[in-house]
């Protein structure tokens, strides 16, 4: 069985991130999501709209993704990979040659991200439209 895992905060669910995760899934048989914690998200400089349980319901109900883990911190990466005994790990190419440091334990593929969408964007643009509907 090949095991694939990619990290990621997964906020306000849309189809760029569900591409990714097809994709991801498309790499082998079993995929891992390791996803960020709301306090790991403070770390990022993130601050999420759907908290770390609501998120993580709603990615294991796809079919794409066999298990959710928390993602608590930059370092559990090779510690998740042997864990996990994953064969490759995934992330959109905004990432590109971030965890090239893998590459001794597993797989690395960085796969293109999808254009026109992001979590931010629909912060922006909710933010915009809500205000001129008042
Ligand atoms: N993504 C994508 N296309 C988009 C938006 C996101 O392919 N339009 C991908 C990102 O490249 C990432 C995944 O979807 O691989 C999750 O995106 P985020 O939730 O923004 O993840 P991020 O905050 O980048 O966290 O340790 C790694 C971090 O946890 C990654």
Not at 27 to 44: H, I, W
Not at 70 to 95: L, N, R, S, Y
Not at 110 to 116: C, F, M
Request: aromatic share 12%.
């Amino acid at each position: 069985m090949k095991k694939v895992i990619t990290y990621g905060t997964f906020d306000l669910l849309h189809y760029g991130h569900i591409n990714l995760l097809q994709r991801a899934k498309a790499q082998g048989d079993y995929l891992v999501v390791a996803l960020s914690t709301d306090e790991f998200n403070s770390l990022k400089g993130k601050k999420c709209y759907f908290t770390f349980e609501q998120r993580k319901k709603m990615l294991e109900a796809l079919r794409a993704v066999d298990l959710v883990i928390p993602e608590t911190c930059w370092e559990q990466k090779v510690a998740d990979v042997k864990e996990f005994h994953i064969d490759t790990f995934v992330m959109g190419d905004d990432w590109k040659g971030k965890f090239d440091f893998l590459k001794d334990y597993c797989e690395v593929v960085y796969l293109p991200r999808t254009p026109e969408i992001s979590t931010t964007q629909i912060k922006e643009e909710l933010k915009k439209n809500g205000a001129a509907s008042h």
